[in-house]
């Protein structure tokens, strides 16, 4: 549950654009074709079964589809 809410708030600090990330973030994902960590702290996600898709605006490789059931991001913070 930790690595889900962390990826959905870094991925919403992400929107406002790389320039204005906080000093303080621990990870910032984008997904913008992968699942590397921009906020320069190297928290590269390793992706296990999911698949980039389009989004919702039909933007190519911008998010992970998930089947539900052992598809997962790998992120290593929680180890």
Do not use: E
Not at 1 to 13: A, D, F, T
């Amino acid at each position: 549950m930790k690595r889900i809410l962390l990826l959905v708030l870094c991925s919403v600090v992400c929107i406002s654009g790389y320039s204005q990330i906080n000093a303080n973030l621990m990870a910032c994902y984008p997904f913008d074709g992968n699942a590397n960590d921009m906020s320069g702290n190297l928290h590269h996600g390793i992706v296990n079964g999911a698949t980039l898709t389009s989004d919702r605006f039909g933007n190519p490789s911008s998010v992970y589809q998930f089947d539900g059931v052992n598809d997962y991001i790998n992120i290593g913070l929680y180890n």
